[in-house]
């Protein structure tokens, strides 16, 4: 049995949670989420708690028992406290700024970075070099943060760029002077 889809998932105050064929609802005060599973799993909800079993115990069933319950973990868990990633951007001249619902990014470039965010994604900017990403899709909350961070990813001479906020940099040396 998987170790991590045999755990029960509680219910946080606030958290209505539904099932309806093989789709999962959970809505809260943030919003709401769907998770759709397959016919191989089996979801029961019991007082304050979601079960995820698996029908069968084929290769096929086992695989997804740990995946669906995390993704149904993280669908419940997101419309009470959303996920959030934040960014830091490091360099002469970088800087982020508001632009309605969108992010306007200087990073060296002849031309502004402009991203719009997705339905249910947040972007805020404080400090002019500390972006935060949050939603109640955990998904949805790291692939924008990683969109934002491809723009201009740290190089390891200088470690200008955009960053995780506390990821570790690996610096190389540059080229030795003339002697």
């Known amino acids: 049995m998987s170790r991590i ?13 539904k099932v309806e064929g093989n789709v999962l609802t959970a809505k809260g005060p943030k919003g709401t989420e769907t998770v759709e599973f397959p016919s191989e799993i089996e979801v029961v909800i019991k007082e304050n708690e979601v079960e995820v079993n698996r029908k069968a115990d084929d290769r096929k069933s086992r695989s997804l028992h740990g995946l669906f319950r995390t993704l149904i973990s993280n669908a419940i868990n997101g419309v009470h ?23 306007n990014l200087s990073l060296g470039y ?10 249910g994604i947040t972007i805020a900017v404080e400090a002019n070099t500390k972006v935060t990403v949050s939603g109640t899709n955990k998904q949805m909350v790291g692939d924008v943060a990683a969109l934002i961070r491809s723009k201009r990813p740290p190089e390891p001479y200088k470690g200008k760029g955009v960053k995780y906020e506390g990821e570790y940099i690996a610096r190389k040396a540059g080229k030795a002077g003339k002697k």
């Open 110 to 119: 002849s031309h502004p970075v402009v991203i719009e965010p997705p339905a």
């Open 81 to 103: 406290t959303p996920f959030e990633k934040k960014l830091e951007i490091v360099g002469v001249g970088y800087r982020a700024a508001m632009q309605g619902t969108a992010i």
């Open 5 to 17: 889809g045999k755990l029960p998932i509680s219910i946080p105050a606030g958290v209505e949670v």
